[in-house]
Nanobody, 121 residues
């Protein structure tokens, strides 16, 4: 299984951006999908996650109210709508899949390639 992430780019502070993640194989209701982000020299941080079966969502405190994670089960695609972007949101963003709920990157077994988000101040 591969995860294909896309949608990153260069934006200004306050702008919006939407990331997409499309798994190459089927996503099951038991799977937990998430977005992480990483800046050089730091660990990958949990941004948002979603239970594929119930669509229940989880967010890091730093993005609550600004980011929205969603999934389209028919299209087998996950999204991260990012609004009111800040300079500190600049990072490589990764989508990942785990067999159950977690916010710790080591529990995620399948990863997409990073998509770079750069927010200019």
């Amino acid at each position: 299984v591969q995860l294909q992430a896309s949608g990153g780019g260069l934006v200004k502070a306050g702008d919006s951006l939407r990331l997409s993640c499309a798994p190459s194989g089927r996503t099951f209701s038991s799977h937990f999908m998430a977005w992480f982000r990483q800046v050089p020299g730091k660990e990958r941080d949990f941004v948002a996650g979603i239970r594929w079966g119930t669509a229940r969502t989880y967010y890091a405190d730093s993005v609550k109210g600004r980011f929205t994670i969603s999934r389209d089960s028919a299209e087998n695609t996950m999204y991260l709508q990012m609004s009111s972007l800040k300079f500190d949101d600049s990072a490589d963003y990764y989508c990942a899949r785990a067999n159950g709920y977690s916010t710790y990157w080591r529990d995620f077994l399948v990863w997409g390639q990073g998509t770079l988000v750069t927010v200019s101040s």
